[in-house]
């Protein structure tokens, strides 16, 4: 049994085979899924599809590259968005410095707001983090400073040194097909050391299939083929990596469930 933590079903690529794409992951051992939202106006479809499907749960949130578009976006605003029973996460929210879509004083703000609501309300922040490990370290110290939240770095690709940083902190992280392409050498370093309860596994689907479907469009079923490649680097087999991985989810995001 496996969760795909983190996958956007109303993407183009998903959305347009929804029931199949869930099918087929139910098939191949997905039991739950994370349907995250990365702007305001997608927030009622994700939210309705996680209604139509016992076992899929939404987020609520703005992904940084939409930060610009959001610069009303209150506290309240988000708060109310997640008291939906569905509703299990915050996110994704983050700073990506590395396209910089969104003005960085926006991301940041946005950011704060996000684990702010978290804090208020138990339920974690789903982050998202590229080319912006000091900022993101620094507000993470910051506000984990004004009080505890819970939280967990998605699609992990950031260093090693960040890894046993935010890990410090109590965040969990969370890994994506990237673990499993050819290039991804450091990534594996850091995949083979996170503790066994702080680790979760996810798509991020429809984008960055997994070895051997690169190239084709992802779906949750292909948490499976990065799930096995992780517990082969780690020396574990994938019903015991399946097991606790599941479990990290059901406890990090402990309104879900099933
Ligand atoms: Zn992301
Ligand atoms: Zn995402």
Same mark, same amino acid.
């Given at each position: 049994m496996l969760v795909d933590s983190h996958c956007h079903l109303e993407y183009k690529g998903l959305v347009d085979d929804q029931d199949g794409v869930l099918a087929r992951a139910r098939e191949a051992g997905v039991k739950a899924f994370l349907n995250i939202s990365t702007k305001r106006e997608e927030w009622d479809q994700v939210v309705g599809t996680a209604r139509g499907n016992p076992d899929v749960f939404a987020s609520v949130g703005v992904h940084p590259h939409n930060a610009d578009q959001h610069l009303d976006l209150t506290r309240e605003e988000l708060l109310e968005a997640?008291? #939906?029973?569905? %509703? @299990?996460g915050i996110g994704e929210t983050g700073l990506d410095y =590395? =396209? #910089?879509?969104?003005d960085r004083a926006a991301q940041q703000r946005l950011f704060r707001i996000h684990i702010n609501v978290a804090r208020e309300t138990g339920l974690p922040v789903i982050i998202h983090t590229r080319d912006a490990e000091d900022d993101t370290l620094a507000i993470l110290s910051d506000e984990m400073g004004q009080g505890a939240f819970p939280a967990l770095i998605h699609c992990f690709t950031a260093s090693a040194e960040f890894g046993e940083q935010v890990l410090e902190l109590g965040l969990s992280i969370s890994l994506s097909g @990237? %673990?499993?392409?050819?290039?991804?050498k450091d990534l594996q370093e850091v995949a083979r050391t996170v503790p066994q309860d702080r680790l979760l596994v996810e798509t991020d689907s429809p984008f960055l299939a997994p070895v051997p479907h690169r190239g084709k469009s992802c779906e949750p079923g292909y948490v499976r083929d990065t799930a096995s490649f992780i517990a082969e680097l780690r020396s574990e087999s994938l019903e015991e990596l399946a097991a606790y991985t599941t479990r990290n989810f059901f406890d990090l995001f402990s309104k879900a469930a099933v």
């Open positions: 997640t008291r #939906d029973p569905k %509703v @299990i =590395y =396209y #910089d879509h969104s @990237i %673990v499993t392409f050819k290039n991804a």
